[in-house]
């Protein structure tokens, strides 16, 4: 009569194992998400919608927003006419999902390429202004929030 009981416990230690995996392996896509999973800093797949299966511990799961992301450039400048600025604007950038194959740090490394060329043009944009046009500055949709000016010449 022992052996049914403990063949009971062993079922029921294969079946609850095996939903802490299932558990474990599965993740579900937020809304105006998508899910990449990466193995070894290298995307596998990248998941638009519902569930997404990965092997836990070998596999890396990211949400990433599809909507635009919002970036603060700072930018410290000197005007054509020679007053010391420090500027801070913001934009949005868009978020472009990673193809398999690609590296993981792929959206990382493309915002933070897109931050360095916004603060390079900003900065050649204010030296090419006087500090009255600053007002007036136009760069790729950059909606400046903050403006600090010396109102003495640099020297």
């Known amino acids: 009569m022992q052996e049914p ?36 800093g290298v995307v596998r797949r990248v998941v638009g919608g519902g569930p997404a299966w990965h092997w836990p511990l070998l596999d890396a799961v990211e949400a990433l927003p599809l909507e635009a992301d919002p970036l603060a450039v700072s930018v410290h400048a000197t005007t054509r006419d020679g007053h ?22 792929t959206v990382l490394r493309a915002r933070a390429d897109a931050e360095a060329d916004l603060e390079d043009e900003l900065a050649r944009a204010v030296g090419a202004r006087d500090v009255a046009d600053l007002e007036r500055l136009d760069v790729r949709g950059l909606e400046v929030v903050g403006l600090d000016v010396v109102l003495r010449p640099a020297r």
């Open 5 to 40: 009981q403990g063949a009971v416990v062993v079922v029921l230690l294969l079946v609850s194992l095996l939903a802490l995996l299932a558990g474990a392996s599965l993740r579900w896509t937020p809304r105006d998400h998508v899910l990449v999973v990466s193995r070894r």
């Open 84 to 105: 010391d600025v420090r500027l801070l604007a913001e934009t949005t950038v868009p978020v472009w999902p990673p193809s398999p194959g690609e590296p993981a740090d």
